[in-house]
């Protein structure tokens, strides 16, 4: 075993297991550890040093420890780590509270830097929405524009096709019915499109909205007839559904279209 006059100041630098030829050292001691080794894993400044001083005190536990175990009882180098061990623990424990108070600082620190990271993320995807609904509503805006302009450049209806109008918007849903009427609101503000009786006079209508009630009950009726073939629902089984779906709402309106043809027509 090894005795003190071995080394010139114990626990200070690796032990030479070679030069005091201590060949099962490795077989007995997992993980050499010293203090000069402790010392300069402080001092890095690469990132591989001790992240905490409790990684610094289980080392320097670890460097007595090994000298207790592969050292006799009874040798200098066992008595000499276990008192220093016993003074370390002394002031380990005088340095604990102080070690405790900086962990919760830096746990409240790392917490309020998390908190205002997630805000800074919130605050961003908020803006990022904003401005997406933005651009979005900016195109809305072009789209009705030139969809203003293509209508307002359509040929004037005929009577006929006021007609298939008028059916077309009698076998429309209860819901695209509500929206067919929106869009004769917006260019009437006099329409009232939620009153308990609707008399749709079609002759009184601009030639814009004819043409744009033409394009919605157009697509309306496509994504209804759609929609009935791949449920395998028949004309009639249809218009019944139709007919519950006006009886089970809250408000039941007449609505009526009145052609106002010219008499020569």
């Not at 803006?127 to 195109?139: A, H, T, Y």
């Not at 814009?208 to 697509?219: D, E, N």
Request: net charge negative.
């Amino acid at each position: 075993m090894i005795t003190q006059h071995k080394w010139a100041w114990p626990f200070m630098k690796p032990v030479d297991v070679e030069g005091l030829g201590l060949r099962d050292y490795y077989e007995v001691i997992d993980k050499p550890m010293d203090l000069g080794t402790i010392k300069n894993q402080m001092e890095a400044k690469d990132g591989s040093g001790y992240k905490n001083v409790r990684e610094i005190c289980t080392d320097v536990r670890l460097v007595f420890k090994n000298a207790m175990t592969y050292n006799d009882e009874k040798s200098d180098v066992h008595v000499m780590a276990q008192t220093l061990l016993g003074r370390f623990e002394e002031k380990w424990l005088q340095l604990l509270p102080k070690v405790i108070e900086e962990e919760t600082r830096r746990k409240e620190e790392e917490a309020e830097a998390s908190s205002d990271l997630q805000i800074a993320q919130e605050t961003a995807a908020a803006k990022l929405v904003r401005d997406i609904s933005n651009e979005v509503n900016d195109l809305d805006l072009q789209l009705e524009e030139i969809r203003e302009m293509v209508v307002q450049r359509c040929r004037k209806m005929t009577t006929e096709e006021k007609r298939k109008l008028g059916s077309g918007l009698s076998r429309l849903s209860p819901e695209d019915l509500n929206k067919a009427l929106e869009i004769i609101a917006q260019k009437n503000p006099s329409f009232q499109a939620t009153a308990e009786e609707v008399d749709l006079d079609m002759d009184a209508q601009s030639e814009s909205t004819l043409w744009r009630l033409k394009f919605f009950v157009k697509g309306a009726l496509e994504v209804q007839a759609k929609s009935s073939a791949s449920k395998g629902q028949d004309n009639s089984k249809r218009k019944r559904e139709i007919c519950d779906a006006l009886a089970k709402t809250a408000r039941k309106r007449s609505f009526y279209i009145s052609l106002c043809l010219e008499k020569n027509g």
